[in-house]
């Protein structure tokens, strides 16, 4: 068999073994271990699909067994993919309560949602264990993105504070001259600046406060773990006052906690309904410094509370010079779902709705200091650029 037929009939799994052949070795184990989760039985009536066969089944040793085989032939992101269908499709949900399958599985952000879903119900051993999850996966995020998070804002910080009377030593000379280059002089071949670019003062006082609302809803997961690792980075520069603050028809103030993104984590309850109103309500108690302040709400829009309010609360955030800042996710997943007509009202206030990656996000937030027009941003999503 060529290697083409031999990814065919892993593809197609042993309905086609007549047509292709027979798999041997290590490509017999693979296959075993895709047949174990995909391989399915006919649809009943209605056409719906009964759950996958192949005998899984809730037997936790002969999960254990499954995660060690992937984990062996497949590389960890086909790996986290299949850890991720099997416990949606084979509904192993509740194994993860056993240390022993935690310990066989691969970390990733959409596992980390998922123990933090079951937060509430693990046995004191299998919290150990998660948390041992958690800080693995909080651990890599922070190395992926803390240094071009604080490289950004930095960045961005200081070119906020130029000022446009600078004493001789603060001028910045390359932008004083960009920003005088149709006053040149050709008799003289020099330019005559009107306007001179300085750089501002530096500082060690708090120079924005930055108010993270996040919704905590099943459906947002991935964004509850990057926005809890994205806040303890901000909290740990002492340019920035940061607050987060998470919700679903209750509100959680997790700023206590943000020098431990793990803790901030297991500090959410993931699930429920959703009062957005309510929670940009306290928040807005959090802004003492409108013009100095930003304000990232992270939720799908679904709206369970009064939805009036809440669009005239975020006026009124608009019009006290607060930087308004709503993503509909901010995670890796690609366009999510969301209420369209709450995005459609926001826009109209001029603050559009969009999803962020993460790797983005650092980006964004220098903007947002800078009071960068986001729209760029939201087309920029928009189009899958």
Not at 204 to 226: F, I, K
Not at 249 to 263: G, N, R, S
Not at 350 to 359: I, K, L, N, R, Y
Request: glycine residues 8%; contains cysteine; proline residues 4%.
């Amino acid at each position: 068999m060529d290697e083409r037929s031999r990814r065919w009939r892993l593809v197609l799994g042993g309905a086609a073994e007549e047509s292709l052949g027979e798999l041997g070795g290590n490509e017999a184990a693979m296959d075993a271990a895709l047949a174990a989760l995909y391989d399915s039985g006919s649809g009943d009536a209605e056409g719906s699909r009964r759950q996958r066969s192949a005998g899984l089944g809730a037997s936790a040793p002969q999960v254990a067994r499954w995660l060690g085989d992937i984990r062996e032939y497949f590389p960890s992101t086909v790996v986290q993919i299949m850890q991720s269908d099997a416990i949606e499709r084979l509904n192993l949900t509740s194994l993860l309560l056993e240390p022993e399958m935690l310990d066989a599985v691969e970390p990733d952000v959409h596992l980390v949602g998922t123990l933090l879903s079951l937060n509430r119900v693990m046995p004191d051993q299998t919290k150990d264990v998660a948390r041992q999850v958690v800080r693995k996966v909080v651990d890599e995020l922070e190395r992926r993105i803390a240094n071009k998070t604080k490289a950004a804002v930095t960045g961005a910080l200081n070119r906020a504070t130029r000022v446009n009377r600078p004493r001789h030593a603060d001028i910045d000379w390359d932008r004083t001259i960009r920003a005088n280059l149709k006053h040149y002089q050709p008799e003289y071949r020099t330019i005559v600046p009107e306007r001179l670019v300085g750089y501002g003062r530096r500082t060690t006082a708090v120079q924005r406060d930055v108010v993270l609302c996040v919704d905590q809803s099943g459906s947002m997961a991935a964004s509850v773990v990057y926005s809890g690792v994205f806040a303890a980075v901000l909290a740990s520069m002492r340019s920035l006052r940061t607050s987060l603050v998470v919700f679903d028809t209750a509100v959680v103030d997790l700023t206590d906690q943000l020098h431990d993104p793990v803790e901030v984590l297991f500090g959410t309850q993931l699930g429920g309904g959703t009062d957005i109103n309510r929670a940009i309500a306290y928040c807005q108690e959090l802004v003492t410094r409108p013009r100095d302040s930003i304000f990232v709400l992270i939720s799908d829009l679904y709206e369970g509370g009064i939805r009036a309010e809440m669009l005239r609360r975020i006026a009124a955030l608009v019009e006290a010079g607060v930087q308004v800042v709503v993503l509909l996710a901010l995670s890796d997943e690609g366009a999510p779902a969301y209420d369209h007509d709450n995005a459609a009202a926001l826009a109209s206030l001029g603050v559009p709705a969009f999803a962020c990656t993460p790797d983005a996000f650092p980006d964004l937030m220098a903007a947002a200091i800078e009071r960068r027009d986001l729209r760029a941003f939201a087309e920029r999503f928009a189009s899958g650029a």
